[in-house]
């Protein structure tokens, strides 16, 4: 198998072929209009329609064609991990993020098991080692804080793989792993055979809240409903209140094949900065799996180069699996990370009748899992014990470091307006590059496709103006402020833009060395990226 190393590919799309669905093309009326066909959103759309909900789920692409597709699918514990959410929230709050981890993953195995979805879901335990500087103090901390939280955890003398670390670990029992493409598509069936209806290439630009109702606007029809569920990774239908709340990463994914049976099938994950997680999956024949590294984060739209991260993830992988063959997929996605490391669930603050799923903080499946179930409960009038926890209006006072720094980075992004850039011209583009070009005032995002036309567009990010930068392997435009994404030719890939980038003349300019502002990473636990936390 022969890796193509120009561009992105997640096992998961390669390996499934989800439905295609029409576009809207009229006004439609639902109970409840779910935007976002990944699983947060077609998990709500399916809990809703159990319930006997009529539901119109709309989809700017295809389904999973956003960050669920890009995943690594752990469905395991919380990435910020809880020995900070017990010092940040409190016992009896990590007594519930606990408990809404536990109630994710059995729904997923619940619904794999009632809708008959062969998603690959198995258990299996996960484990966490440290590369702090005390390894021991840092595992018995957060042993000591998972198990007042209710989570069955074990302290072992070695892990699983001794090649990764021949060190102590935690290990937590009973996570989960799946295919997530399958059992998105597996969702998808399932909502249809209960008269949900599912629309996609059809791209929500607003919702309108109105006594009693929202209408949902596209270009090709609206949707009248009760309700909306804004389940597009992060909310587009909110210009600031959430955004300067997270901060959005892009995280490197490299798949390389291994003998079947060599490696013990489980999750693991590191504390590293930034860190890596490890998982297997099924392999391309009947004698071999996929061995699944992640890591490598930085902030979206802010690496110089990001092969590099391509290549350090490479090289963790040769030598922590020294035994691993040749890598078969390599991708990225996306992660929200929210201040204080758990997602934002439930009500849009503001509304009464929208609600949203965001900041995932690495754990996006379990997340958006939660999220469904907390808006489904919320939207047919039941109480939820998690509201408070997940809200999305939530001020966590204890990261206001952390919240002053990451606007601080936000802040100095705006700095490239006045960075001038390389002497080079856009006629030094070769086929399948894109560059930052200035042109007098103006910063232009010039693309030059396989048949040598140039495609000029403002280097201005529809959202809030920073300036985006060309990601190569990717083939896309990436905004370093809130995690926009276009693609080469200017369209949305990814929110909380709605509009691509302004067409743009091409005229007189050279081709400009984007100056970047500072790399963050991403830890797996703690939610602050680098610094100490008050
Ligand atoms: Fe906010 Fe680009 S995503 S300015």
Known sequence: MEIDLLHSHSVWCATAEPPVYPSLGADVKADVCVIGAGIAGLTSAYLLARQGMSVALIEALDIGSGETGRSSAHIAVPDVGYAHIEATHGRE???????????????????????????????????????????????????????????????????????????????????????????????????????????????????????????????????????????????????????????????????????????????IWDDDDPYHYVRLARGPDTTHDLLIVGGADHKTGQASNPQQHYRELEAWLRTHVPTAGALAYRWSGQVMQSLDGMAYLGRNPGSRNVYVVTGDSGTGITHATIGAMMICDLIMGRETRWLDLYDPARRPLREVLHFIKDQSNVVSQYIDWLSQGDEQSAAALAPGEGAVIRSGMKKLAVYRDDAGTLHCHSAKCSHLGCIVQWNAPEHSWDCPCHGSRFSAYGSVLHGPAVSGLAAAELGEMKAGARQSAGTQTRKRTGADPGGPRP
Do not use: W
């Open 93 to 267: 709050s990590a007594r519930l993020v606990a408990e809404s981890f536990s109630a994710a993953i059995d729904l997923i195995e619940t619904i794999g098991q009632a809708e008959h979805i062969e998603c690959e879901f198995r258990r299996v335990d996960g484990y966490l080692f440290s590369c702090s500087d005390d390894p021991h103090a840092v595992l018995q901390k957060e042993l000591e804080s998972a198990t007042r939280a209710g989570v069955e955890v074990l302290l072992q003398a070695r892990a699983p793989i001794r090649t990764i670390t021949d060190s102590a670990c935690l290990r937590f029992v009973r996570q989960g792993r799946f295919h997530p493409m399958k059992y998105l598509i597996g969702l998808a069936n399932a909502i249809t055979r209960r008269g949900g209806a599912i629309y996609c290439a059809t791209r929500a630009f607003d919702v309108e809240e109105r006594a009693g109702g929202v209408t949902v606007k596209t270009a090709d029809g609206s949707v009248s409903a009760t309700a909306a569920v804004v389940a597009t990774n992060t909310p587009f239908n909110d210009r600031i209140a959430v955004h300067v709340k997270q901060s959005a990463y892009q995280t490197y994914i490299v798949a390389a094949l291994v003998d079947r049976g060599s490696l013990p099938d489980v999750l």
